[in-house]
């Protein structure tokens, strides 16, 4: 019998078809649940909303996280169906046995999985553009760009799949590779930045500066790299919506696209050297095996100490305990070393004769922790030079400021440099204060350090750590982020919704005193807001001393604003203000109008949540 040579054979694309059709109809039913079936609805309040928006905002807004998910999850699903023949024994003899090309198997498999994803993308645009037509309310370019998006990100997840499928003869292993290339490099960025902010002093995985390690993830980039691009239409009533007029990451889409396709070129090239015999090996290229050995201990060298440290000294105060940590990487290299032994030679007898690689592996992560710990890379010393920052901005439990004024920058780097000093007495506080400090420098980079300063009586003196900040907090460029003493909304007596004036009368009840709009407004134009350009108003106090005490009264005057952004958004803010001695306009008025101004209590239990309720709203 003759062998044929063709690259591309179709008994086989059919036989992938026709056995596979209910994936198919899966993946069909599953967009036809995502896209033509919703706009029914869309199209329904279309009817009562303006000019069918609804319909295209919905179509666009889907492409930034919906579809790379759809996509990722069937793209692997297809692939595994595809190449099944590649995970038993009888399945690679049956294909092997076939008188075709392993290009052939290779491009016939490919291309029917693609043509699966593709056709079921290409009819389901076609369905939701009858049922706009339908609904008269027609959007082929918002179509248009889900479809092409839709169809390049099941190109690039397929590929990736297919890429993986290569590489394994287990159809369990399969989904672990693939999980690995998409999520595997954010994840170990995301366990070394956990393991900084346990034992460097100043860095914090929710703060952390990235260092590119998502880019290489395709899911995550595409997620956050991606978006929508809306235009503003204004109504003829007033007010204003946004349209979705198109979609902003197509060079994110497009660039990893051409790497999926790559990486099917690569697939192709590893199936044609592929050892058919693999199948049912958990890792069918040899040389990889020790790779991916020591890839999976080292998550759980990273891993396994965070999550037991976390069950057991989760909210301890400090750096974390390097000796007990120390005993958890160990046990987490071991754990990964083993098991992953274990799922390579698929087997349980890999204890003897392999505690060499364990040993040195364990080694090499401790050194690592201790190198962190004791801060040889210098991250915790690190404080920039006040001639090298563009700018920086403070914000400490949502009490923000920004500085550029070259006296302020300068005293901003002295109090980090205090702080840095200060480690011990910070580490070791009871009460703390959360301090996040954002250099920008002039050679375009950045630099983020979080600290929990110390809170408590031993701070309140002219040169700790908290004093500075509270006068950095109170200097004139400061004051300009005090949302308090320059309001977003303009105050006005249409945008003011609701304002009191709260206090103890001299019985001691507590009395809420509500105000008119008109009232509100006239207390503000003609008192508040000129106390507040003298700075006797809106001072920020981090400090609960008897200076403080015998500043501010015992007064809380509340206004709150409400303006209307477009047709269905409105922005809020509320205004805190608690008179001083020298405000003496905003005293004059509260005697006027009969309230009780008594002294608050200095460092007082009953009194600190008032004080944080305000430090909160300020800013």
Known sequence: MQSKTSFFNRAVFRKCLTRFWPLWLGYAFVLFLVLPLPLLHR?????????GSPVQNYVLEQAPVALPLLSCIFGVLV???????????????????????????????????????????????????GVEAIGGSVHVQSLLIWLALLAMENLLFYSIAVFCA??????????????????GAALLQALVQAMLSLFVFGADMVVAD???????????????????????????LGGAYQVAIGFDGWWVVGGWCIVGLLLAVCALLLFRRRRMESAGDTV?????????????????????????????????????????????????????????????????RVFRGRWKGVVVTAVLCCALVCAVDFDLFGYERRVPD?????????????????????????????????????????????????????????????????YFIADDDSQYTADSDLKRLEDLLNTDEAQLCNENRYPIIPVTRDNISFACVRYYDAAGAYVEQTLTAAEALAFYETAIAPDCADGTLCRRWLILDE??????????????????VSTDNYSYESLYFRPQTDSVRTVAWLQEHGVNLTHVTANTVDFKPAAAQELTSIG
């Open 166 to 183: 290569m590489l394994t003869g287990h159809i369990l292993v399969l989904p672990c590779l693939y999980l690995l290339f998409n999520v």
């Open 79 to 129: 692939a595994a169906a595809m190449f099944d023949f590649l995970f038993t024994a009888r399945g690679t003899g049956l294909m092997a046995s076939l008188p075709v090309r392993r290009e052939g198997v290779f491009l016939s498999c490919y291309a029917a999985g693609a043509v699966l994803l593709l056709s079921s993308d290409v009819l389901t645009a076609l369905l939701a553009l």
């Open 547 to 564: 200076t403080y005490a015998a500043t501010v009264y015992d007064v809380e005057i509340n206004i709150d604003l409400n303006a209307r």
């Open 43 to 51: 199209l329904s309040i279309s009817v009562y909303s303006y000019s």
């Open 284 to 348: 069918s290229i040899p040389v990889l095996r020790p790779v991916l050995k020591y890839i999976v201990t080292l998550f759980f060298a990273l891993g396994f100490p965070l999550g037991m440290y976390s069950i057991l000294f989760a909210g301890s105060r400090g750096g974390a305990s390097l000796p007990v940590y120390l005993v958890f990487t160990i046990l987490g290299v071991a754990v990964g070393y083993y098991l992953s032994e274990m799922i390579i030679h698929k087997s349980l």
């Open 386 to 450: 006040a001639d090298s920052v563009a700018s920086v901005n403070i914000d400490s439990y949502e009490v923000t400021a920004a500085f550029r004024e070259t006296d302020n920058v300068q005293s901003v780097c002295a109090l980090h440099q205090s702080i840095v000093d200060n480690k011990s007495l910070h580490e070791s506080a009871i009460s703390t204060r959360q301090l996040t400090v954002t250099y920008a420098l002039k050679n375009g980079k950045s630099l983020v350090r979080r």
């Open 210 to 236: 990235g260092w590119g390690l998502e880019v290489l993830s395709p899911i995550i980039t595409l997620i956050n790299d991606t978006g929508v691009v809306y235009r503003e239409t204004q109504l003829a």
